[in-house]
Nanobody, 112 residues
């Protein structure tokens, strides 16, 4: 299994970013995918879950601002992040439920 995240960067508060994550080595369309993040100096935390049938779930702090999307044809999940705040700063990862593998993550920094 492999997860490759991209799309992070430096953005001002109120701005937007779109993260991507390509999964490989498993039947992508059958798997529940998740997004996580690790703020500086803190533990990794769950952000969103994407079920194969299209259902979505978000942690309270991002609901209404973040949108998780999956494209099974491209083995890719996306995280559209709007109205970003400094509290969203961290390294963002994707993973499939049940995996013990993590990708390298992509750094998101929200700052003036």
């Amino acid at each position: 299994e492999q997860f490759v995240e991209s799309g992070g960067g430096l953005v001002q508060p109120g701005g937007s970013l779109r993260l991507s994550c390509v999964g490989s080595g498993f039947p992508f369309s059958d798997e529940i995918m998740t997004w996580h993040r690790q703020p500086p100096g803190k533990a990794r935390e769950w952000v969103a879950t994407l079920w194969p049938g299209g259902a979505l779930m978000y942690t309270d702090s991002v609901r209404g601002r973040f949108t998780a999307i999956r494209d099974n044809a491209k083995n890719t999940v996306y995280l559209q992040m709007d109205s970003l705040s400094p509290e969203d700063t961290g390294v963002y990862y994707c993973q499939k439920v049940g995996s013990t593998t993590w990708g390298q993550g992509t750094q998101v920094t929200v700052s003036w």
